[in-house]
């Protein structure tokens, strides 16, 4: 396993539960938008190492990662103390199901996510292709409290970005929902797609299989939730080797 070094070069801290950081990239460093990575410290001498989704997108020359701070987290208990100019340490061989490529062609594509589920729709929300193969990309956030809604301001400005406004064309749609506080949009995202209350509300077309795809990365029991849904919706999951109506990845493995 080819271990790479980058060096970090920003940090945010969004919550006492979440903070994201940004490295330096290896030019070797090659990776489909959605995929994620093993990455970490040393520790000891010997890595350390946990997957973790790419936020930034592959054609930005830096890294960027969203990620919990888990209090006695082997990982993440050190990891949320690193500075810039620290080192991360990074497998050179990125993987995961969530890419485009692994679906169908299709008309909408949802994007449904809960905490750092985020991350891998960070990057397929700001490639080009993405927009080239849908004609709308809608993309769900939901967190328990507002602050926790990570990126909150670059989601809602992505379509008037100087940059992005190009590549999404308009076609990008932000969705998100509080569940532990009062907000515009409370409740659970399987509640706001059982009653179709999502499709209402964004004023898009009501979820077709036929026409329609989707991305789900959050918990172990949203991720089931929501896969027994689209399945009975007539909606058929995909893999890296057969595409699908849908895709799925945990955000985290629970012990
Ligand atoms: C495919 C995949 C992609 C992942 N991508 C990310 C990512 O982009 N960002 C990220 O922060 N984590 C991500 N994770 C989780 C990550 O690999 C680690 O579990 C996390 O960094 C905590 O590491 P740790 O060693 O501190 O604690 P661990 O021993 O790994 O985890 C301890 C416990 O903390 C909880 N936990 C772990 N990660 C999370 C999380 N992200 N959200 C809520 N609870 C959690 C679980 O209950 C887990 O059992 C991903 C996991 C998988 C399987």
């Known amino acids: 396993m080819a271990l790479l070094k980058e060096k970090v070069t920003e940090i ?37 190492l946990r997957a973790y989704s790419v936020v930034s997108p592959n054609h930005e020359d830096h890294l960027e990662f969203l990620s919990i701070k888990v209090p006695n987290g082997p990982l993440t208990s050190k990891l949320q103390h690193i500075n810039v100019n620290d080192e991360i340490i990074i497998n050179s061989k990125p993987t995961g199901t969530l890419v485009c490529d692994y679906l169908l062609e299709g008309r909408n594509l ?3 996510s809960t905490g750092t589920g985020l991350a891998p729709f960070m990057s397929i929300i700001r490639d080009p292709e993405t927009y080239e193969k849908f004609e709308k990309v809608i993309l769900t956030h939901t967190v328990r409290t507002v602050k926790e809604l990570a990126y909150f301001d670059t989601l809602n400005g992505l379509n008037d970005d100087e940059i992005y406004s190009q590549v999404t064309q308009g076609k990008f749609h932000y969705f998100n929902t509080v569940t532990r506080e009062k907000w515009d949009r409370t409740g659970r995202i399987t509640e706001w797609i059982n009653n179709n209350k999502l499709w209402s509300y964004l004023k898009v077309e009501d979820f077709d299989p036929k026409h329609d795809r989707v991305m789900i990365c959050g918990s172990e029991d949203m991720t089931f939730e929501l896969k027994k849904m689209f399945e009975k919706l007539g909606s058929v999951e995909g893999s890296t080797k057969v595409q699908g109506g849908f895709v799925i990845e945990k955000a985290f493995a629970e012990k």
Do not use: V
């Open 12 to 48: 945010h801290h969004w919550t006492d539960k979440t903070f994201s950081f940004k490295t330096t990239r290896d030019k070797g460093f090659r990776f489909k938008n959605g995929e994620f990575a093993m990455i970490g410290l040393e520790i000891d001498g010997k890595p350390l």
């Open 110 to 112: 949802f994007l449904l």
